[in-house]
């Protein structure tokens, strides 16, 4: 059983549209974390939201946490081919355990 | 520039033989973790660690073996590798406390034939 669901897992667009990446799960997180990997590399993170609502923008990118800290979304505006990656979202416990849960993640190619 | 550090970045070797897998990272986080990931696929705890001398299975079942007798190292050990331990394995760190977030390795790909 998935714990983190993202979806679509596959995405291909043109240079220049917009797209929403989800991320879902029926637990509550006290923080969750997105990042980008790209091939034979290991993920950067993006950025890490804690708070029910939250809404952080990265240039082009805009995540929001769900007011019930279950989910998540990724939104890109004007997509670019340097955006090409594997996108993972990941979701951390209030323990000290440290431990994070990872997504199955979404691929998204961007096409020039 | 990395602060986590990966050894070696690919890896070729024959069934049976022992390797290991160097991580070191030299930002003082005291809590370090392997992940399995094959290709475009998702992340799969294999080891973590809390701090030296703390180690800990992860979510999913590994052959391999880790240690932690310095806070900046944590190598991952196959005993005997097999066509199956064929993947990538990336190494992460945090710092303590509530997690923000991990800083990985450009991990080893590593394919037994």
């Known amino acids: 059983t998935q714990l983190l669901e993202q979806s679509p897992q596959f995405l291909s667009i043109q240079e220049g549209e917009n797209l929403t990446v989800y991320c879902n799960s029926s637990?509550?997180?006290?923080?969750l974390q997105w990042y980008r990997q790209e091939p034979g590399e290991g993920p950067v993170l993006l950025v890490t939201?804690?708070?029910?609502?939250e809404v952080k923008k990265l240039k082009r990118l805009t995540f929001q946490f769900g007011d019930a800290r279950k989910d998540s979304s990724l939104h890109i505006t004007a997509a670019q081919p340097g955006d090409t990656g594997l996108y993972l979202c990941?979701?951390?416990?209030?323990?000290?355990?440290?431990?994070?849960?990872f997504g199955d993640g979404t691929t998204l190619t961007v096409k020039p | 520039e990395a602060d986590i550090y990966q050894t070696p970045r690919y890896l070729v070797i024959g069934t049976g033989k022992k390797i290991t897998l160097e991580c070191s990272q030299t930002?003082?986080?005291?809590?370090m973790y392997w992940y399995q990931q094959d290709p475009g696929m998702e992340l799969h705890l294999i080891h973590y660690?809390?701090?030296?001398?703390?180690?800990e299975k992860g979510d999913l079942s590994s052959e391999s073996t880790v240690s932690r007798i310095r806070t900046e190292h944590f190598p991952l050990t196959l005993e005997s590798a097999r066509p199956s331990h064929t993947s990538q394995y990336l190494c992460?760190?945090?710092?303590?406390?509530?997690?923000?977030?991990?800083?990985f390795g450009s991990g080893t790909r590593l394919t037994v034939v």
């Open positions: 992460a760190s945090s710092e303590s406390g509530r997690v923000r977030g991990y800083t």
């Open positions: 637990s509550v997180f006290s923080s």
């Open positions: 939201v804690v708070t029910g609502g």
């Open positions: 990941a979701g951390s416990y209030n323990t000290n355990a440290g431990k994070s849960t």
């Open positions: 930002m003082g986080h005291d809590k």
């Open positions: 660690s809390y701090g030296v001398n703390s180690t």
